[in-house]
């Protein structure tokens, strides 16, 4: 069973671009979780999806913003980027969390913003 | 106040040292994580609680759901074991993360 898989891994990005990060979660998995890991503010939750519904966002501007299809595969996008977003960006799913699943994480995606 | 506290933030033990990593939280939540995560990036989820005790290995997670603490043990510590340990609550289809234990295990 393939796990989680995010792409990129690794991307540089000016300040003011935007930039897409995709994960497709575990087969069969229906709940996708994204978290941005910085070393000075360590995992924080960005947004959860479950079913193309957004259920639950963390507290984050609306520059960042992400979307979930009906193969449950999702996207995060962050636009007009600020040096500030450079972290490791993190997706995770389960099959419905809030009910004590265990949790699969991708590998994650870097993000270095110039 | 952080609704996950985790302690102690650092830790570094002698190989073979029996540790212990506390998690103490103060939010309603449904279950109780804890995951490891190497210096690549990745991270593991090792156990998930509800209640009780459960052992994998030489790692052993315990759950008090009245004084609402966690425990991470880790017997006969191995330098492989270094990694942060992260405990986090589940709560409302989000996960609420502590701020991680650096553990080191000098060989």
């Known amino acids: 069973k393939a796990g989680v898989t995010q792409t990129p891994r690794y991307l540089i990005k000016t300040r003011g671009q935007q930039v897409t990060l995709s994960c497709s979660p575990i087969s069969g998995h229906r709940s996708v979780s994204w978290y941005q890991q910085t070393p000075g503010q360590g995992l924080q939750f960005l947004f959860e999806?479950?079913?193309?519904?957004?259920?639950n966002k963390g507290n984050f501007p609306g520059r960042f913003s992400g979307r979930q299809f009906s193969n449950s595969r999702s996207e995060m996008n962050v636009s007009t980027l600020e040096l500030g977003d450079s972290a490791l960006y993190l997706c995770?799913?389960?099959?419905?969390?809030?009910?004590?699943?265990?949790?699969?994480f991708g590998e994650g995606s870097w993000l270095t913003v110039v | 106040k952080n609704e996950v506290e985790q302690s102690p933030q650092n830790l570094t033990a002698q190989e073979g040292e029996f540790i212990t990593i506390n998690c103490s939280y103060s939010v309603g939540i449904s279950a109780l994580h804890w995951l490891q995560q190497h210096p690549g990036g990745g991270i593991v989820s090792l156990f998930m609680l509800s209640s009780g005790k459960k052992k994998h290995g030489r790692l052993i997670a315990t759950i008090n759901i009245q004084e609402k603490h966690s425990s991470l043990h880790i017997t006969a510590s191995h330098p492989r074991d270094s990694a942060v340990y992260i405990c986090?609550?589940?709560?409302?289809?989000?996960?609420?993360w502590g701020a991680g234990t650096k553990l080191i295990i000098k060989p």
């Open positions: 995770a799913s389960s099959p419905e969390p809030g009910y004590g699943n265990t949790i699969y």
């Open positions: 999806y479950f079913s193309e519904t957004q259920r």
């Open positions: 986090a609550g589940d709560s409302n289809y989000q996960l609420i």
